[in-house]
T-cell receptor, first 114, second 112 residues
Framework: DGGITQSPKYLFRKEGQNVTLSCEQN?????MYWYRQDPGQGLRLIYY???????QKGDIAEGYSVSREKKESFPLTVTSAQKNPTAFYLC?????????????FGSGTRLTVV | GENVEQHPSTLSVQEGDSAVIKCTYS??????FPWYKQELGKRPQLIID?????GEKKDQRIAVTLNKTAKHFSLHITETQPEDSAVYFCAASLGNNNDMRFGAGTRLTVKP
């Protein structure tokens, strides 16, 4: 469905716990992104990666970490340093062949702190 | 960095009426403006986009207009249908793969 898969769909985190959200794409896209979606605030960029083994902080990177060991995969770890992690997380990818094209989004992971 | 503002935050129309959502952007160098539709519980999907070298683009019942001088762009949906009900996001980009910024979204409700 759509070529980009996020898992799990729902995730519950206890206080002080690190959790990892998975994002896999089979679109051969170079660039991948993580966004956080909160009600009334649209999409805010957490991290992005334009090539393997390279990634950059977005607007709200504090308390998050990522890796890009494979072109297809861009997992996001929500660390215990993120004090308000309850949100809907969206992964996206786009072709990095020049110019800018629309993003393909995953179906999202809803993270809740319990 | 780029800042995108979107209005209104909610919009309710009768089926068959038109709906207009407006966005403004801050960086005059922005040159790519996509619109996404997100149905409840689903992923955002690109519905139309426009680049800064054109002023208007249409695709069936949806159209986007761009005013570079005023730095605003709008989404127009004609003959609205209940299945148009969703949250719509605008975005603006300078043309690099790391600078897309989104508006806060507009929740459109089309009443039968």
């Amino acid at each position: 469905d759509g070529g980009i898969t996020q898992s799990p769909k729902y995730l519950f985190r206890k206080e002080g716990q690190n959790v990892t959200l998975s994002c896999e794409q089979n679109l051969n896209h170079d660039a991948m992104y993580w966004y956080r979606q909160d009600p009334g605030q649209g999409l805010r960029l957490i991290y992005y990666s334009q090539i393997v083994n390279d990634f950059q902080k977005g607007d709200i990177a504090e308390g998050y970490s990522v890796s890009r060991e494979k072109k297809e995969s861009f997992p996001l770890t929500v660390t215990s340093a993120q004090k308000n992690p309850t949100a809907f997380y969206l992964c996206a990818s786009t072709s990095g062949t020049g110019g800018v094209y629309g993003y393909t989004f995953g179906s999202g992971t809803r993270l809740t702190v319990v | 960095g780029e800042n995108v503002e979107q209005h209104p935050s909610t919009l309710s129309v009768q089926e068959g009426d038109s709906a207009v959502i407006k966005c403004t952007y801050s960086d005059s160098a922005s040159n790519y403006f996509p619109w996404y539709k997100q149905e409840l519980g689903k992923r955002p999907q690109l519905i139309i986009d426009i680049r800064s070298n054109v002023g208007e683009k249409k695709d069936q019942r949806i159209a986007v207009t761009l005013n570079k001088t005023a730095k605003h762009f709008s989404l127009h949906i004609t003959e609205t249908q209940p299945e148009d009900s969703a949250v719509y996001f605008c975005a603006a980009s300078l043309g690099n793969n790391n600078d897309m910024r989104f508006g806060a979204g507009t929740r459109l409700t089309v009443k039968p």
